[in-house]
């Protein structure tokens, strides 16, 4: 098992950048895929990005290519989200997951994290 922990979040203004981290513990975190989500109230979750065990390979969803780069150090445990030229629809609840699988996907995650919430002013 793996617990996860993210933090970064905060208010920010348009055209703000945040970096959000997933933290987790144990010493199996270089064995998961990770991925980034986000939900707003009343709406559904939506994936952000994910990445593979080693790195190498990142998949992101169509809102946010361009903006957002997930990135991980297996060796500190901690996935990173960085949010670049922010906008009041990114207000949301963002939450980090891991699973044994590769898929850009919001089905079939195996651990969450509690979430973290952005909110960006205009």
């Known amino acids: 098992q793996v617990q996860l922990v993210e933090s970064g979040g905060g208010l920010v203004q348009a055209g703000d950048s945040l970096r959000l981290s997933c933290t987790a513990s144990g010493r199996t975190f270089g064995t998961y895929v990770v991925g980034w989500f986000r939900q707003c109230p009343g709406k559904e979750r939506e994936v952000l990005a994910v990445?593979?065990?080693?790195?190498?390979?990142?998949d992101y969803g169509e809102s946010v290519k361009g903006r957002f780069t997930i990135s991980r150090d297996n060796a500190k445990h901690t996935g990173y989200l960085q949010m670049n030229n922010l906008k009041p629809e990114d207000t949301a609840v963002y939450y980090c997951?891991?699973?044994?699988?590769?898929?850009?996907?919001?089905?079939?995650?195996?651990?969450w994290g509690q979430g973290t919430q952005v909110t960006v002013s205009s």
């Open positions: 997951a891991a699973r044994s699988s590769y898929a850009l996907t919001g089905l079939g995650w195996d651990y």
């Open positions: 990445i593979t065990r080693n790195g190498y390979y990142t």
